[in-house]
């Protein structure tokens, strides 16, 4: 029976925790890098070189090599003064009732609308969350003639007003000095918070590296080769909720707090850094010795368990099908039930719902409402624990 | 609110004829384009010539564009298989904080009232920072800039590339890793600045 902990596993893990924290100040730094504007509006070539490019259907004849042969300049030439010709020889006679040509309609591909004014002419605030630039990069008059807008106007007016209202709340959020990350704690990924969220991000301009790195991220991380498990419950706290909460996860689940030991795979630790400022356990959580050990004198106690759950509970013959796996601390060794195909208790697995239950345990339960969306700070003092799943 | 369904409606303006409505695409996502390219190309020029590549390219190929990701997705993804076929065999000599002339470009003023050797020490750090990305594989590189520095996901990474997303997670590491090991000494002289300032 391997122990939970080792002073190997302690020294793993504190390289661990610092190869992570340079993975996370490296990733600060690349996203610190600065982002300079270009030089110059480059709308106005990208229009001319469009308007430069010959139709579509000489493209594909191949107009520059076509253009480019004698034969066709010859030709052109040989065309030209036949036209000429014509053109002197014809009589002029002009007819009695002329026939009025007809004004010649613009058809349309698509019979799209013309553009809206507000969209030639952004409104001020939207050029403010864009860039602080754009004034000085406005194209030339000569080439952006001006459109000339017609009187029908198909998108609703109100709800750009309100996607611009809430736009700029968004950005004044994300530009708040003391806000360092802005979450969503979602019940599941898709949903219009997740899309307004990543709209804001896309379309806020990072003016600051510390306003940067804005992601939305997910209280845990879920092991890719296995769905539905989560491999590492992540969570930042201050020091007051981190005495809180291993509290908690003391009394829930004595025994069991215990950290990793050993390097995770390269996929784990990109997600653990990408969670930012990381902090490891330097040593394992104390383990309580039992209360009732006394009482019953020198037999072994097996830890306390929250029974809850059936997948907690060694003796219930709930979901878990896996046959339980005797582990525990040394002198102290019970039944675990496994989850998955293991065949001993992977240190650092932790049920999805063990991850809930601890997040309402701590009184911050942000999982029971899809959709309902909150932001909130990340304080930097974070910490990441790494549990064993019984 | 310059949204997805207004991008949609500029291109089928566009495609309807009135190529003017791409000149607001053009206006719209330039300036979040070129710091991506700037990054991956490592010089201002080709930035600018692959930032008119990529429009140029995006205009001609509007017809492809079904509205199934956003425009932005779409031509951001041009925008990075370009400079990902441009860069490919061509080393990066410029350091990326010098501008197209050589002037160095200033870092983001975040306090307000940033002291000038504070900002040297950034610039500083931010080209050695460079040339440390500058040095990595064009394919590494890539995947680093997309996730670090423009905050992509996982998924749209792989789908840019066009590589699993265990591949994007093992190149994000072994890049990142990478850097540590060129940023060593920068981690030293932080650390013992750091130091200084917690004496003081």
């Known amino acids: 029976m391997k122990p939970f902990w080792t002073p190997a596993s302690t020294a793993n893990l504190t390289r661990l925790a610092r190869q992570l924290r340079e993975l996370a100040r490296v990733r600060q730094w690349v996203v610190g890098l600065p982002r300079p504007k270009p030089p110059a509006d480059v709308s106005a070539p990208v229009l001319i070189r469009i308007a430069a490019q010959p139709p579509l259907w000489l493209r594909l004849l191949g107009w520059r090599r076509v253009a480019a042969s004698r034969s066709f300049a010859v030709g052109t030439r040989l065309a030209s003064a036949a036209a000429l010709v014509l053109i002197l020889t014809l009589p002029c006679t002009p007819t009695a009732d002329p026939v009025k040509p007809k004004p010649i309609q613009e058809t349309t591909l698509f019979d799209t609308p013309p553009i809206p004014p507000d969209l030639w002419n952004p409104p001020e605030s939207a050029v403010l969350a864009e860039s602080t630039d754009s004034n000085d990069s406005k194209p030339t008059p000569s080439a952006h003639p001006e459109p000339q807008p017609s009187p029908t106007v198909v998108v609703n007016l109100d709800v750009e007003r309100r996607h611009q209202a809430g736009r700029r709340r968004l950005v004044a959020l994300l530009d708040r000095p003391d806000v360092q990350r802005v979450f969503e704690v979602v019940e599941s990924l898709d949903g219009p918070s997740r899309s307004l969220v990543e709209e804001a991000l896309h379309r806020s301009p990072r003016r600051s590296k510390d306003y940067g790195p804005i992601t939305p991220v997910r209280r845990f991380a879920v092991d890719p080769e296995r769905p539905g498990e989560a491999i590492v419950f992540a969570m930042t706290v201050d020091t007051h909720e981190r005495t809180q909460l291993t509290d908690t996860l003391e009394q829930s689940f004595a025994g069991c707090v215990i950290v990793e030991p050993g390097s995770a795979p390269p996929p784990v630790v990109t997600l653990l850094a990408d969670m930012g400022q990381i902090d490891f356990l330097d040593e394992p959580v104390p383990i309580k010795p039992p209360e009732a050990e006394s009482s019953r004198g020198a037999g072994v106690v097996p830890p306390k368990l929250n029974t809850e759950h059936p997948d907690l509970n060694p003796s219930s013959d709930g979901p878990c099908r896996k046959p339980p796996v005797r582990a525990g601390v040394k002198g102290q060794e019970t039944d675990w039930p496994v989850s998955g195909n293991r065949s001993r208790p992977r240190l650092g697995r932790l049920p999805l719902l063990r991850a809930r239950r601890i997040g309402r345990a701590l009184g911050t339960d942000n999982f029971a409402r899809p959709g309902d969306h909150q932001a909130a700070k990340l304080r930097s003092d974070s910490i990441v624990w790494l549990l064993d799943a019984p | ?200």
């Open chain 2, 1 to 200: 609110m310059a949204g997805r369904d207004d991008d949609q409606y500029l291109v089928e303006t566009c495609r309807a004829g009135q190529s003017e409505a791409f000149g607001i695409l053009v206006r719209r996502y330039r300036d979040r384009l070129h710091p991506t390219l700037l990054r991956l190309t490592g010089r201002a020029e080709d930035a600018e010539d692959l930032l008119q590549e990529t429009f140029l390219r995006a205009f001609a190929k509007l017809n492809r564009f079904h509205g199934d990701s956003s425009f932005y997705t779409w031509i951001y993804r041009i925008a990075v298989n370009l400079a990902l076929s441009a860069r490919r065999g061509r080393p990066i000599t410029l350091p990326l904080s010098r501008g197209a002339g050589g002037e160095p470009l200033d870092p983001a003023d975040d306090h307000g009232r940033t002291d000038p050797g504070l900002r040297l020490e950034r610039a500083e750090r931010d080209d050695r920072i460079q040339n440390a990305l500058n040095a990595l594989a064009p394919d590494h590189r890539a995947v680093v800039i997309l996730k670090d520095f423009d905050g992509l996901r996982y998924e749209e990474i792989a789908e840019i590339v066009g590589i699993p997303i265990g591949t994007v997670r093992s190149r994000l590491h072994r890049a990142r890793s990478e850097l540590r090991e060129r940023l060593r000494t920068l981690f030293g002289e932080e650390s013992s600045s750091s130091a200084a300032n917690h004496r003081n």
